[in-house]
């Protein structure tokens, strides 16, 4: 039954898709034979269709059945795709942006949205119940299961994720107060690990408290691999960029040091770049090979697991890339983000758009 769903969603995700390239006349769109479904279709290798444009610093993407969910940063305002266009879920109330803050990161669980924003008294991450169907999805009240996080014009973190052990993660940036990174008694710098209520896990490594993993400096992206490896991607300062896999309780370094060559104390970073040819704002796995979204470096780079300090170039002309995400169905997108303040905005800006990968 749960695979017939799953099949079921797949195709009306495609559907969805597809729907939206075919409507604005895209070149690459392809309906099956015979069917009314098909698949997005670009012409090869990082090859690109536009699925929706005209997004205000849009941040993160989430999925809800087979609809597609944007948080843009600046306006509070969470947007899903319909048609050629978007439409208004709604608002996340008293938003508190500038900066790198605002309406960050999305997640969804079941019937339930999980938001991480700016408030007015420190970063949170509230629970909004959804409502409707795709084509008409609403929010309900918010609930917040977590608050008072470091809060600053930048390094605020706010990815979310749930993992494969069904616990909401979410990264949390040193705000500019980059001392309390190594005090995991505090939740700047950090991983946290929370259930779907915002209670502690009780196999956390510290006890009574979120924390999962510390030492960061503004960690954003988050992945899990086939085997359960937890990755996540962070911002460096001056010099590396990292991708990190992740253990609890392990002591990530910031900012005692950037990069490899930490020794025993710290964990080394399976891969680091340069900070103008990443700032990894995202990652997102398929099979083994993980992508990177990357906004000073402005691409879309592929991984291989197995060696992941080699990396491949998929796109590098669209801009900043903010998000990277597979749909149900398995395709690859993005989202530009050069509207945020620090790009240089295009015709159409920003965009979410379809990559093929092969």
């Not at 891969?271 to 470096?297: C, K, M, R, Y």
Request: charged share 25%.
């Amino acid at each position: 039954m749960d695979r017939n769903r799953n099949k079921a969603r797949a195709r009306q995700t495609r559907i969805a898709l597809v729907s939206a390239l075919c409507a604005v006349g895209l070149a690459g769109c392809s309906l099956g034979p015979g069917s009314s479904s098909g698949s997005i279709q670009p012409s090869g290798p990082g090859a690109m269709e536009t699925v929706v444009d005209e997004l205000d610093a849009p941040w993160s993407v989430a999925w809800y059945q087979d609809a597609a969910l944007i948080s843009e940063r600046d306006t509070g305002r969470i947007l899903e795709i319909v048609g050629d266009g978007t439409r208004e879920v709604g608002v996340v109330p008293d938003v508190v942006s500038g900066g790198e803050g605002g309406l960050l990161g999305l997640a969804v669980e079941g019937n339930d949205l999980f938001v991480y924003s700016g408030g007015p008294d420190g970063n949170r991450i509230q629970r909004f119940p959804l409502t409707g169907s795709p084509g008409s999805v609403g929010i309900g009240e918010p609930v917040t299961i977590l608050d008072d996080l470091p809060q600053s014009g930048n390094h605020n973190g706010g990815r979310i994720a749930f993992g494969p052990d069904g616990l909401l993660y979410a990264t949390v940036g040193d705000a500019g107060d980059r001392d309390q990174a190594q005090d995991p008694k505090t939740l700047g710098g950090t991983i946290v690990r929370l259930t779907r209520d915002g209670e502690i896990p009780s196999d956390n490594p510290f006890e009574d408290s979120p924390v999962y993993s510390y030492g960061h400096r503004n960690p954003q992206g988050l992945a899990w691999a086939e085997d359960g490896t937890m990755y996540a991607a962070e911002f460096g300062q001056d010099t590396w960029d990292e991708l990190n896999i992740i253990e609890p309780g392990k002591n990530y370094g910031w900012p005692e040091v950037e990069g490899r060559g930490r020794g025993d104390e710290f964990v080394d970073p399976v891969a680091q770049w340069s900070t103008d040819e990443a700032s990894p704002s995202a990652i997102a796995i398929q099979g083994e090979h993980l992508f990177v979204a990357n906004l000073g470096g402005e691409s879309l780079t592929r991984l291989d697991l197995s060696d992941p300090q080699e990396s491949t170039t998929v796109v590098n002309t669209v801009g900043r890339v903010r998000e990277v995400t597979f749909s149900p169905d398995n395709e690859l997108l993005i989202l530009t983000n050069n509207t945020d303040g620090r790009g240089t905005p295009g015709d159409g800006d920003d965009k979410l758009l379809q990559v093929g990968d092969g």
